[in-house]
């Protein structure tokens, strides 16, 4: 067994667009902006995948990585299982290689932007905080602590 990445699919939302994925975090509450090559980074992560098998699908579909080109794939994902987009896992260390696209031209470093300004109005539950009159959302009381 060897450490997997997968894409924590019970908390995240995710939509393709033209030139970016967004991903939508409800647990937390956090948006991102996937672009440049994160997109296809993104999609890998739907199965598990080694970092290693990773790397190896895009150097078949873009050529060597440079070094550099793989600290950003490792950044990314990384950043991601900070933001508990992605989960680290067990696998099998001979996952079959995840399929990119060949684009036939240089890699380009992924580009994920987090967005924290909605966090309280996403993570707020709107079937069970509403209520009968005010409506959503409805915010949970604060509780303060008696000193």
């Given at each position: 067994?060897?450490?997997c990445?997968?894409?924590?699919?019970?908390?995240?939302?995710?939509e393709a667009?033209e030139?970016e994925?967004?991903?939508i975090?409800?647990?937390r509450g956090?948006?991102?902006?996937l672009r440049?090559?994160?997109?296809?980074i993104?999609?890998?992560?739907?199965?598990?995948?080694?970092?290693?098998?990773?790397?190896?699908?895009?150097?078949v579909?873009h050529?060597?990585?440079?070094s550099?080109?793989a600290a950003?794939?490792?950044?990314?994902?990384?950043?991601?299982?900070?933001?508990?987009?992605?989960v680290?896992?067990?696998?099998?260390a001979a996952l079959?290689?995840?399929p990119?696209?060949?684009s036939?031209?240089a890699?380009?470093?992924?580009?994920?932007q987090?967005?924290?300004?909605?966090e309280?109005?996403?993570?707020?539950?709107?079937?069970h905080?509403?209520?009968?009159f005010i409506?959503?959302?409805?915010?949970?009381?604060?509780y303060?602590?008696e000193e």
């Amino acid at each position: 067994m060897t450490e997997c990445y997968v894409a924590n699919l019970a908390a995240v939302a995710h939509e393709a667009f033209e030139e970016e994925t967004v991903l939508i975090n409800f647990q937390r509450g956090t948006y991102f902006s996937l672009r440049e090559s994160a997109p296809a980074i993104w999609a890998m992560v739907q199965n598990p995948v080694t970092p290693d098998g990773m790397l190896a699908a895009l150097n078949v579909a873009h050529g060597t990585l440079s070094s550099e080109a793989a600290a950003a794939v490792t950044g990314m994902l990384e950043k991601l299982c900070e933001e508990g987009c992605i989960v680290r896992t067990e696998g099998d260390a001979a996952l079959p290689l995840q399929p990119v696209p060949a684009s036939g031209g240089a890699f380009v470093f992924p580009v994920v932007q987090a967005f924290h300004d909605l966090e309280e109005l996403i993570a707020i539950d709107p079937v069970h905080e509403t209520h009968e009159f005010i409506g959503w959302p409805q915010r949970p009381p604060s509780y303060a602590l008696e000193e």
